[in-house]
């Protein structure tokens, strides 16, 4: 049982804590997690949002934690001694230990992400960057995996990097499942920029129709002016507005997906890698070797075999 702690800050941001409990504390994830909130002094504890909620446990629980995560307060601040304290100790023991939002600042408070790439609400970035000149903070990302040590962007950039951490610890057909009971999107890689920039013109193909679209013919080869077409854009302005509201290229986009599949087949099935290479239209066995090597450092009998043993490999 994976034992996850999110440590209840004073005037926490409501929001930030409910995704984990919903992720990790869900009934239906009993069978692999266990999740506590725990806070420096058990009791009530103050939201930004004009409600309190109880917190049962004390800091000890951090000590057992596998997982702690440290859902965003407000204002951002150093979290205190105490608090900072069992932060470090999580950390030196093994533990796994993960921010959402401006949660990052009790991460840099304790000397985690110094050395280390982080994120937080971009709107905070400047100000984390200024306080703490050792951390190399990224304002353009939506999450960052440094292995023990996580971060996210703002708010609901904590769903993708904790069904990020489902997806490490249990594979893709695991966080799938999350995503489609939360009805939130199957994958998003953490590079993906924060926010959009401008919405999408009304009337017509929305990008995320687009985006479903293509992913139902991923089994087949499909080009930008295809995809233009359908959005009634051209190739260079699906292009720019793809840049936008997800950071990457149509293309980039489309292979990551690709891939996403070719990840989940590999686990939840036993057809062979050039079957899996025809429906996730990556054109041979090679290319999929290739992609599979650049994103997660491994081949396909590697990752097939390490989730097949219930090991956990490492992300996108």
Known sequence: MHRVVAIALPEIVAFDLSIPAQIFGHRGERHR????????????????????IRAESSL????????????????????????????RD??????????????????AAAGLLDGRQATTHWEHADDLAAQYPAVRVNPDVLYVDEGK??????VAAGIDLCLHMVRVDHGAAAAGDVARRMVAA?????????????????????????????????HRPITVAELAARAHFSPRT??????????MTPMRWLTLQRLLEARRLL???????????????????????????????????????AFRDGAAIRAA
């Open 33 to 52: 997690y266990a999740f506590t909130v725990c806070a420096q002094q058990p009791g009530m504890i103050d939201t930004t949002t004009g409600f309190a």
């Open 60 to 87: 000890a629980a951090v000590r057992s934690a596998d997982t702690v995560i440290v859902p965003g307060f407000m204002p951002p601040r150093d979290p205190g001694g105490e608090v900072v304290a069992a932060l």
């Open 90 to 107: 999580a950390a030196e023991r093994g533990a796994r230990v993960a921010s959402v939002c401006v949660g990052a600042f009790a991460l």
């Open 149 to 154: 040590i996580l971060t996210s962007a703002g």
């Open 186 to 218: 199957m994958h998003r890689t953490g590079g993906q920029a924060q926010f959009m920039q401008r919405p999408l013109p009304e009337g017509g193909p929305t990008l995320a129709a687009i985006c479903e679209w293509a992913v139902s013919e991923m």
């Open 238 to 247: 699906l292009a720019r507005r793809f840049v936008e509201e997800t950071g």
């Open 267 to 305: 686990e939840a099935t036993d057809l062979s890698v050039e079957e899996i290479t025809q429906r996730c239209g990556l054109g041979t066995a090679a290319n999929l070797r290739l992609h599979l090597a650049r994103e997660v450092a491994t081949t396909p009998t590697a990752y097939r075999r």
